[in-house]
Antibody, heavy 117, light 111 residues
């Protein structure tokens, strides 16, 4: 069964970094682009960035450039997203999602990241 | 990035049909057939219900249908059921620096 399993909730202080994981089951990460999106409470999903594992190519949203890094480990079929310089505005649920035929066809369960002092 | 515009809320009675609109620009909906719709129940991840404007993934009810005219896409749910009560988001490919943009979401209430 195709699914994405994400790591557990995180609580961070302002200025800290966080690294989230997303493990794919039922397909190879290298076969599809893998996106990271986030959704603040009551808000729409927002694109953070994506990775093409086959070509080791990444692209990031303009507002996240310079403080987000997306990587992947093909040996464990796992993608990672690391975000630095966290502020309270980064408090949100972070999702990884597979880009199928021009749509996000498989989603992880989400990881809640709370930034608070 | 500018969000696509959706009504904040819609409602309908069981058995009725409702339509949710999603308005963008020529940089997104008007210039792309890559429009998708997602259903999100509370505390759950979004679920793909339509892609390429009108196509349904395997397992999605035929009560969900989509269309597009100009810069506006629409999701129609026929034969409303209690389980359809959820938030619905549209999404479009864009020709701007942000490749994908979502609508603000519509909260559907089944009366």
């Amino acid at each position: 069964q195709v699914q994405l399993a994400q790591s557990g909730a995180e609580v961070k202080n302002p200025g800290a970094s966080v690294k989230l994981s997303c493990k794919a089951f039922g397909y190879k990460l290298s076969s599809f682009n893998l996106y990271w999106l986030r959704q603040a409470p009551g808000q729409r999903p927002e694109w953070v960035g994506r990775i093409n594992v086959e070509y080791v190519e990444t692209k990031y949203g303009e507002r996240f450039q310079g403080r987000v890094t997306i990587t992947a480990d093909t040996s464990t079929n796992t993608a990672y997203m690391e975000m630095s310089g966290l502020t309270s505005e980064d408090t949100a649920k972070y999702y990884c999602a597979r880009m199928g035929v021009a749509a996000f066809d498989v989603w992880g369960q989400g990881t809640l990241v709370t930034v608070s002092s | 990035q500018s969000a696509l515009t959706q009504p904040a809320s819609e409602s309908g009675s069981p058995g009725q049909s409702i339509t949710i609109s999603c308005t963008g620009t020529t940089n997104d909906i008007g210039g792309s057939d890559y429009v998708s719709w997602y259903q999100q129940h509370p505390d759950q991840a979004p679920k793909l219900i339509l892609y390429d404007v009108t196509k349904r993934p395997s397992g999605v009810s035929g009560r969900f249908s989509g269309s597009k005219a100009g810069n506006t896409a629409s999701l129609t749910i026929s034969g409303l059921q209690a389980e359809d009560e959820a938030d619905y988001y549209c999404c479009s490919f864009t020709t701007t620096t942000t490749p994908w943009v979502f609508g603000g979401g519509t909260k559907l209430t089944v009366l």
